[in-house]
């Protein structure tokens, strides 16, 4: 059975299986697994015996292996196995064999389990493995045979030597791998505290010498990179796995000074735990950075984005509007923008920022002009200098000295022609010149710099001290144009600010577009009270018996104005004040209103009982004195 049927990254073990099917086939599993109250089914990866359990279930179930793991033996964490292997095939890929040659492989510390040797048979490849440990020895041997893959695959035992005496006695091989112990036996400060990270998602197994050895993961790949720099022509590709990303750059380097012609490295990263593996070899041409793409495991950074609004102040809703404006308020913050791909429907620029100038921009703004007003204060209390004085007298000598200082930017050497040339300096730098006394520093032996200040000041002068400046964020603007919306979108590109620096300009953006956006209210309306003429809720009923209603859908039906954001929040206000004043207290118009109406009720009543209808009618034209005591 092939084994890249199974192994490939994106159909196995890709996320953990479903317990739910697998203890119907498999009821080993079961004494494992709890219910939680919402049904969901989990499995105990902190119990070491599960752990053995379900390695043991897998391999039946995807790779038709019957093995058996001793309790307390180090269990193989099958998605960093497998990623391991598929790696090595992308090498044995890059060794260019011919298809009827077998590929043999030697698996360096195979352990109980055999797990690379029982995996890469299933490959097709033949595969040696050594071990030290006798319990692990006779495991691994009972595994290889109740399998049926004696022919396959060979379990020898190991001596001193990691890689010599297996290489010697195995003969030659096309490939090494191993899984070495990654931790460190001999810390240098045993009572010192372990680094603050979070407990790992299963438990630990494995004996002691099977997870760490005096020096750790880098003693152990250091002493099998010296052996294999005497066995070039048994092995043609040495590669390991290794624990800890902080060993991938040394061990590389110390394969190079061993004499190797190339090293490579990849990432392992299926499953919960992350890996590496490094490889390298002695012989020429083989070109295993072409051939071997590193795999690595990489978060795509999306992009930060915000619509813009479309009623905009000012701004007509279109890319080429709205890009010059963000544009605008970029360079207003001191970023460097330059202009990428542009079209009428899709905008790019990229954007270098130095420093972090948007964040509290009130407030630098707020000291800012506090700094100018005291400068200014400050200077205005000055008396003016003689000098001043005595050009204001003279105006023919302030032009010839404005004359001598528009020079003075490109050179403050003596012209020969002039005669007074040894006494002054055209120079404007308020400096003494040679002929009137100046230090040796600025006469024939000083550097140009010193005779040139006026130049060196213009011109700005670098020097190799400086260190390079670096941004500290650079990013990529997309103004795009996507359905009836323009959206703006901000890409990470590197800089220490990071996304939070990113997150900060883009709000800097949103607060922009806040400020011109426009807010549309109504006017016109005849009638009204007190608050206005008849606009939303702001002025009274504009005719007798006129509802609330009434009244918006006359001012729905006027025309409409455009008008800011602090302006339309104001005129909001008002009339909701209004509204609640009449809410609570009778207008004018209302009362007027009432008393007409009692007057009324009252005239019918005179009529009724004989009064004059001249009187009726002057309670009616007069209804507010006639309806005072009822009112």
């Known amino acids: 059975m092939a084994l890249n049927q199974f192994m490939h990254p994106r159909n196995i073990y890709r996320t953990p299986p479903d317990f739910k099917e697998l203890v119907n086939d498999y009821p080993e599993v079961r004494p ?6 919402a049904g969901k089914t989990k499995y105990d990866f902190q119990n070491p015996d599960a752990l053995r359990v379900l390695t043991e279930t897998l391999l039946k179930k995807d790779f038709q ?14 998605p960093n196995r497998l990623n391991y292997l598929l790696w090595l095939e992308d090498v044995v890929g890059a060794l260019q064999l011919p298809d009827d040659q077998t590929v043999t492989g030697l698996d360096v510390g195979t352990g109980a389990c055999a797990v690379y040797a029982l995996l890469g048979s299933r490959r097709g490849w033949h595969m040696i493995g050594t071990e030290r440990d006798p319990d692990s020895l006779e495991a691994a041997r009972r595994n290889v045979q109740k399998n049926g893959l004696d022919n396959q695959v060979k379990v020898l035992e190991a001596d001193d030597t990691l890689l010599t005496g297996p290489l010697r006695a195995a003969g030659p091989v096309h490939f090494t791998l191993c899984n070495p112990p990654f931790f460190d036996s001999d810390p240098a400060d045993p009572e010192a505290p372990a680094p603050r990270r979070p407990p790992p998602p299963a438990a630990s197994t494995g004996v002691l010498h099977e997870v760490s050895c005096p020096g750790g ?18 092995c043609r ?6 624990g800890h990303k902080s060993s991938v750059r040394p061990m590389k380097k110390a394969a190079y000074e061993a004499g190797a012609k190339e090293a490579i490295a990849t990432e392992l990263c299926q499953g919960w735990t992350k890996r590496w593996a490094i490889g390298w070899t002695f012989e020429e041409g083989l070109n295993l950075r072409e051939n071997v793409k590193p795999t690595k495991q990489t978060k795509k950074r999306s992009p930060v984005q915000c619509v813009v609004p479309r009623d905009l102040d000012g701004i007509q809703y279109n890319v080429t509007e709205v890009k010059q404006h963000v544009v605008d308020w ?3 913050l001191k970023l460097e923008v330059e202009a990428g791909n542009c079209n009428k429907y899709y905008a790019s620029y990229k954007v270098t920022a130095w420093e972090d100038t948007w964040t509290h921009r009130r407030r630098r703004l707020r000291e800012e002009r506090r700094a100018a007003a005291a400068a200014a204060g400050s200077t205005s209390d000055l008396a003016p200098s003689p000098a001043s004085a005595d050009l204001a007298l003279s105006p023919q000598r302030a032009a010839d000295t404005s004359a001598a200082s528009d020079t003075s930017d490109l050179s403050c050497r003596t012209d020969d022609t002039d005669p007074a ?9 308020g400096e003494p010149s ?9 006469g024939a032996g000083a550097p140009p710099s010193a005779k040139r200040p006026c130049l060196e000041s213009a011109l700005g002068a670098v020097t190799l001290n400086e260190r390079r400046r670096v941004p500290a964020l650079v990013f990529t603007l997309f103004v795009q144009k996507r359905g009836p919306d323009i959206l703006l979108m901000l890409q990470l590109f590197k800089g220490e600010l990071g996304s939070e620096g990113v997150n900060g300009v883009l709000l800097f953006l949103k607060r922009k577009l806040e400020s011109r956006l426009a807010v549309h209210t109504t006017t016109g309306g005849s009638g009204g009270g007190e608050g206005g003429a008849g606009t939303g809720l702001g002025g009274g009923e504009s005719s007798e018996g006129q509802t609330v209603q009434d009244a918006a859908a006359q001012a729905a039906a006027a025309p409409v104005k455009t008008v800011s954001v602090s302006e339309g929040v104001s005129r909001a206000f008002n009339r909701l004040r209004t ?4 809410r609570l207290n009778l207008s004018p118009a209302d009362s007027a209103g009432k008393t007409q109406q009692s007057a009324s009720g009252r005239s019918e009543s005179h009529v009724a009982s004989g009064q004059p209808e001249s009187e009726v009618g002057a309670s009616k034209q007069d209804p507010a004195a006639a309806g005072e005591g009822s009112t």
């Open 217 to 234: 993961e880098r003693a152990f790949v250091t002493q099998m990179i010296k052996e294999s720099a005497a066995l070039a022509d048994r």
């Open 330 to 332: 970029l360079q207003e």
């Open 579 to 582: 509204h609640m004043k009449q």
């Open 421 to 429: 040339a040894g006494k002054r300096s055209r120079c404007d730098s």
């Open 65 to 78: 292996l019957d093995v058996q793991i001793p309790p307390g033996k180090l269990v193989p964490t099958l």
């Open 237 to 242: 590709v040495f590669t390991t796995m290794l």
């Open 434 to 442: 040679a002929g009137a006394g100046a230090p040796p520093s600025a």
């Open 32 to 37: 494992f697994m709890t219910t939680d109250i």
